[in-house]
Each structure stands twice: as C-alpha cells, then as structure tokens.
C-alpha cells in the first residue's frame, strides 16, 4: 500500500456483546478522519464497548523489542483468523485481507472505555513512550493510511460462534446491527496482552535505571531489594503464557512468590511515601536549606542517590504488580463465561485503585519537591557565596526541577490504539498501546 495507490484498508466495528445502533460505518469508503468522527459516534450510541480493528499490509518490519509474543494456536490469533474468514464474503473484493501474508491490525479503543481498564493501558499514550522507537513502523504506515480510504467490513455473514464464553471457544458473532460484528473475547484478549506488554516496558525502562544508580551507590539493602524484584518476571512471564493460552496457573509456575516479593516492595514504597510526605510537610515557608532536604530525600543532589534508587524500585514494582492485575483480571473474566469482557474491566478497575493512588501519590511528591526553592546551607555568611558554593546550589536546583519533568499531570483522554502483527505463520506480535 502506498500513497500513490491509495490502497482500500478493510475496518470492522467490534462490540463486546450485543447492541442495536444505527448502521452509521455504512458501505462505503471513508476517509481516516470520517473513521475517527464514527468512532467517537459509536462510543456514545453503544451501551457496551464497541472499538475498531483495521487491517494493513505490513510494509515495514519493526523490532519486536518492547512487545509480546503469541503462536498461532494461541485464542487471539485464532480469534483474528477466524474474524477474517467469517467476514470474507462481506469484504469489498478489491480487499482480500485473508489471502494476505503479513499483515498489521491496528485496534482503536475508544478513550471512555480505555479510562476504565486503568492506568496501565492509558499512560503509554505520552509522547515520552513513542519516541522510545515502540511506534516507528506504525508511524511510518500512520502516514500511508492517512491517504488510504477504509472500507467497512459489514457483519453479515454467518456467526462463528457463541458471543460470549471464555476467550478459548467463543467465536465471533454478528450483532444485531448490520455494521457490528460480536467479539468479546477477541477485544479482551488484545487489551489484556496490550496492557501487559506496557507494564513490561515500564519494567525494563526501571530495571535499567536501576542498574546504573546502584553501580554508583554500593548499596547492598537496595542490591537485595532490587534482586528479589527481578526474580519475579520469569514466573510472570510463564504465567503469562500458559493464561493466554487458556490453562490454568498453577502452584509450579512461582507465582504466589512473585506476587509475595511484589506485595513486600509496594508495602516499603508506601512507608517510604508516608515519610517523605511527612518530610514535605514539615519543611518551613520559603526557601529550604540543600542540607535540610538532604536529610530527608538523600542524594536528591547528586548523580544516582538513595532517594532516586528508591524511587526507581517503586516505578519496578508498580509496573510488576499492573502485570500480575492483568494476569488476574484475565483469569476472572474467563471464569464469568457471560461476559469475559465486562468482568476484566470490573476486576482490573477494583485492583488498580490502590496502585494507582500510590502512583499519583508519588506524582504529587516529586511534582512538590520540583516546586522548592533552594538556598545554601548555614544562612548568610561573608563572603556571601563562593564559587563552589554557587555551583552546587545551582546543581541542587537544577537536579530538583528536574524531578517534575515527564511526570503525568492531567493529560487529555484519547483514542487508544493496539498493533498487532500476524506473520504468515499465524503468529502474534502485540504492542503497548499508544494514542490513536
């Protein structure tokens, strides 16, 4: 596909469970900007989810760094197959997406029900997340598609399956509109593996950060609490695995001692919350003495420092414990065979309270301290400043400003999109989800 050509790109509106809406995609092309208003249409008429899944030729292939790999026996790849197939007959026939080989579906979620999956799915969407290169194959196709014109895949050929049921045996389903096509499982299973594979990024981007400080500090409690935390991927990962391939966690995998180590290190993250909101707290009106500060917020000043290991700790063990939420989440919502998609929704939201107050509470304190104002140690002497003096204060101030950069602060709602890659095998490659 190309400019030049202005190739069709086939777009189905998927619900979560049966609705009745107008049938406002209708029949024919639309330009991505048409697709973006009826996206936004569908959201308000819907009483249930309803997102939109594109198909694109893959032009480019990009690093698969960053994102998580599925076989083609596993539910979201047969889900995608069987959703090409059982809508071939109601595709354009300029548009073959099933004899196609590799191919890019892109999922838009709409921002109304991205906000209620959590944090986990809505923070990828900063511009900090895409310049660390998750993104560049699907920039460079953002700007082919803008000259492509979509084609509804209407949703009337015959059902696939039941529309709801665990993600394993339901199929997808014609809803009772024209334009919508049933597929709970297949929507669940996409934001699962999306919100995962964020939360994992967020635990290298820590793991890194983490490396560096503590090769300055020598600190042997920071090394043990640092350790204990990257035992826990492995049996995250497993679990992973065997959940989206639809078996069951058991005991074996380590699991319970992942999420013990996780529970250990959210636990001192908050106390260690408590004191440094306790620590702001006390601080005097005006300017505050570098040493002063010190005392409570160590190193803050420096390179590395123990305050900024812990709070690199704190972000590791956030992003582990968004990972285990999502694993549970999922294992719920296959347990409620009614509605896989709804029961997700409502146990992520109940468990990601609690770690979400934490973030934005350690928000709230770097957001405080960035806000400070400095002055030397010791009070007015003669000479007034010397010259080291003035380099360090400026140091000290420099280095707190810089603690309220890139920090989440009310941010618009978006549109929240989802790439997934098939290969010609079948197989998956599913990305953090970014703005759509």
Partial sequence: ??????????????????????????????????????RTVLAALADSPVVTLEAHPISTKRERNGGIALNAASPLARQLAELVTNTAKATPPTVNVAATGEV???????????AQVGKGLVNPM??????????SAMRDSTGIVANAAFVPVAGKAAAAGAATGSAATAGVAVASAGALTVAAPLVLMAVAVSASAYADHQRQQAIERI???????????????????????????KATSVLLDQGRIGL????????????TAIAATRRRLKKWQAALDA????????????????GFNEEGGVFRAHLEIARLAIALKRRVLVLQAVEHAQQDTDNPFKSFIGSLHDDERGIDELESAITSVLLRLSALELK???????????????????????????????????????????????SRDGSLIVFPAAAA
């Fill in 252 to 263: 074996s995998l380590g699991l319970d001692s992942a999420s013990h180590a996780i529970s």
């Fill in 126 to 135: 900063a511009s900090k997340v895409v310049a660390g290169g998750l993104y």
């Fill in 283 to 298: 601080l005097p009106e005006g300017p505050v003495e570098v040493g002063a500060l010190a005392k409570s917020f160590p």
């Fill in 1 to 38: 596909m190309t400019t030049e050509t202005k190739a069709l790109v086939p777009v189905w509106a998927l619900a979560t469970e049966a609705v009745s809406v107008s049938n406002v995609l209708g029949e024919e092309g639309m330009t991505p900007a048409r697709l973006a208003e009826l």
């Fill in 104 to 114: 890019l579906y892109r999922m838009v979620v709409p921002a109304k029900v991205a």
């Fill in 211 to 237: 490396t560096d400080l503590l090769e300055q500090l020598h600190d042997d409690n920071l090394d043990s609490e640092r350790n204990e935390l990257d035992a826990c991927p492995e049996a995250i990962d």
């Fill in 376 to 422: 030397r140690d010791g009070g007015f002497r003669i000479p007034a400043f010397t010259p080291g003096e003035v380099d360090n204060l400026l140091v000290a101030a420099y280095r707190l400003r810089s603690m309220g950069d890139g920090l989440p602060t009310g941010f618009h709602q978006a549109d929240v999109a989802i790439e997934i890659e098939r």
